[in-house]
């Protein structure tokens, strides 16, 4: 399940904001108190559920404005951890500094997380000299605990 389908779903949908009714109706098998949740759209009285527990109903009626809000922090999130291809010395001599390269140490373009990698660079300039570039390699542990709480294969 990608998120996109998610958004196509809720694009899709009767656009909130969505209410549960104050008009109380009661089962037909039982007098258990059962409300219907409307949306403000188009009239007053749309229903886009009806015969719902009170309780059920707020999770519904909630559903669309907690969704965007959802969608948009992770989006967010997804904006600052993306891949981008950093040059790296990845010869072990170089690395080991027992090369005879002359400060010019040959390099090679690895993915990278743009965020993860720009804050360990913040910290200690020298990073990207360093052998240590499997902490900020795409995907980086935010990316990949997003993706893995959603089950996306990516
Ligand atoms: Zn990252
Ligand atoms: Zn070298």
Known sequence: MSREQMKVRLAAATPG??????????GEQDDTERVRVTSQHDSPDYNTAEMVLPKDADLIA???????????????VEA?????QEDFITALPCIREECECENECPTEP??????????LEQI????????HVSEVMWPCPTFTA?????????
């Open 146 to 154: 997003i993706r893995d709480a959603l089950g996306e294969d990516q």
């Open 124 to 131: 200690d300039p020298y990073f990207g000299e360093q052998h």
């Open 62 to 76: 909630y559903a669309p404005t907690d969704l965007a809000k959802l969608h948009a922090a992770l989006d967010a």
């Open 17 to 26: 904001p969505w209410a549960a009714s104050p008009y109380i109706v009661y």
């Open 80 to 84: 600052l951890h993306r891949p981008i």
């Open 110 to 119: 690895l993915p990278v997380c743009r965020h993860c990698w720009g804050q």
